[in-house]
Every structure is written in structure tokens, then in C-alpha cells.
């Protein structure tokens, strides 16, 4: 299995990466999981051990989902990096 990125923005201002690892609990195990705020708004990047199938399913999956009041947007991008 590789490692594959999964982006999920829109978070709320206080988010941290343990909330966001329970968040996620009942979808899937997150690896490794990095807070990025340089647009203003808190954006996670998540590592997954999955297929890159299994990866866009489960972005799909918690795309639209509500967290703390936030509307979730979650993408795996098209590129790795």
C-alpha cells in the first residue's frame, strides 16, 4: 500500500490534529495527519495507507461532511508531493 495525501479544508479556527484524527476514526485510520494556516483558514493534510481509489472514495465520503459548524471540503490532489 503507498501513502497517499487526502487535503480537507474549511476546518474551524481551532481545530488540532487530535480532533481531527477522531473526526476520522469512524472512516479510517490517518497516518499522519499536518495543520496548514496560510490562507487564513485551517487546512489538513492527511496520509493515508490506501490505494489512491480507496483515498478519492473516502475524500468523496467526508466532502459536505459538518464538523464543529464547518462544511468539510476534502480532495486528494492530483499530483503527490
Keep these: 500500500?503507498?501513502?497517499?495525501?487526502?487535503?480537507?479544508?474549511?476546518?474551524?479556527?481551532d481545530v488540532t490534529e487530535e480532533?481531527?484524527?477522531?473526526?476520522?476514526?469512524?472512516?479510517a485510520q490517518a497516518d499522519k495527519i499536518r495543520l496548514a494556516n496560510e490562507s487564513g483558514t485551517p487546512t489538513a493534510l492527511i496520509d493515508v495507507g490506501m490505494s489512491r481509489a480507496q483515498a478519492e472514495s473516502l475524500a468523496q465520503?467526508?466532502?459536505?461532511?459538518?464538523?464543529?459548524?464547518?462544511?468539510?471540503?476534502?480532495?486528494?490532489p492530483k499530483m503527490d508531493w
Design 1 to 13: 500500500m503507498q501513502q497517499i495525501h487526502i487535503v480537507i479544508g474549511n476546518l474551524p479556527d
Design 19 to 27: 480532533g481531527i484524527r477522531e473526526a476520522l476514526s469512524s472512516f
Design 61 to 76: 465520503r467526508i466532502n459536505g461532511r459538518s464538523y464543529q459548524g464547518r462544511v468539510l471540503r476534502a480532495w486528494v
